[in-house]
């Protein structure tokens, strides 16, 4: 197997069904995907057991990041990786990954660039990955989107897995945790996946505020001293690895709302990547 991809989901069988129809159409790599279910209530689960190319589990969990570790631990793939329920591989992503993977065996970690559409397919804005030093992640935020994130299992073998307790920056405290314990990151300038702003992601909520400022409270007296001076080094990176612009148009295909038999295809003669829902 090459590559599993985790699934935590709730009462989202809307988005599920274009997450997992993004992930079935993959050419070129083996893959399984695990959908983890918390007791959803919305047909969910029948889904699921009718479902023969998806693992589906229903059991209850303590969280999304709960769901998502009982997932790593049940995956066979080299590759691993978790996709949200609102969020999508674009194609080709798969056998990309496993490609750049299998030509750079001493990279651990991959992050590649996003796209946030909305809940009809159309786009929002652009979200490039850059590489960033550990003081950078703990000043600011996570400089790529989870869905566009890939590892090798040996790092879930190590015992590295995702913190339970938290509930909405958990990526980025295991991000700091890998990057504390010197594994090598690489970064594409390619997009891997969309995301979709449905208005009630995790992210966006008071609580996922709460736990940032909570995470950078642990960082070291010296890198608050130098916040203001990290920012414009961060800016600077983001400036010189082309984080702000891009050529237009983008093409991307997606599914939508209206169909998960077949992609849609997207031209988008102009996008920004600052976040505009409007």
């Not at 056998?95 to 750049?100: G, N, R």
């Not at 405290?173 to 979709?196: D, G, H, I």
């Not at 983001?238 to 997606?254: D, H, Q, T």
Request: glycine fraction near 6%; proline fraction near 5%.
């Amino acid at each position: 197997m090459d590559i599993s991809i985790i699934t935590p989901s709730l009462n989202m069988l809307d988005y599920l069904r274009r997450c997992h129809a993004s992930i079935a159409d993959q050419k070129g790599v083996s893959f399984e995907h695990i959908v983890m279910d918390g007791g959803s209530r919305d047909g969910s689960a029948e889904w699921l057991r009718s479902s023969p190319s998806v693992v589906g589990v229903v059991q209850p969990d303590q969280g999304m990041y709960d769901a998502i570790n009982k997932g790593l631990r049940l995956a066979r793939g080299e590759l691993v990786s978790y996709l949200n329920c609102d969020e999508q591989y674009l194609p080709g992503t798969l056998s990309f990954v496993k490609e750049f993977f299998d030509t750079h065996p001493h990279i651990d970690v991959v992050a590649g660039d996003t796209l946030l559409i909305r809940p009809d397919g159309s786009l929002i804005a652009y979200r490039k990955a850059y590489p960033f030093p550990l003081p950078l992640l703990l000043s600011a935020h996570l400089q790529f989107h989870s869905s566009s994130f890939f590892f090798r299992r040996r790092i879930v073998d190590s015992g590295e897995l995702f913190d339970p307790t938290l509930r909405d920056v958990g990526d980025q405290e295991f991000v700091a945790r890998l990057l504390r314990k010197k594994y090598r990151f690489a970064f594409c300038r390619r997009y891997l996946s969309a995301f979709t702003m449905t208005g009630a992601n995790r992210g966006q909520n008071p609580q996922a505020r709460q736990e940032g400022m909570k995470m950078r409270a642990t960082r070291p007296r010296w890198v608050l001293t130098l916040s203001r001076p990290l920012r414009l080094v961060r800016w600077a990176i983001k400036l010189l690895y082309g984080a702000y612009f891009e050529r237009m148009p983008i093409v991307y295909a997606v599914y939508d709302a209206s169909e998960v038999d077949s992609r849609r295809v997207f031209f988008a003669k102009s996008a920004s990547f600052r976040w505009r829902l409007a």
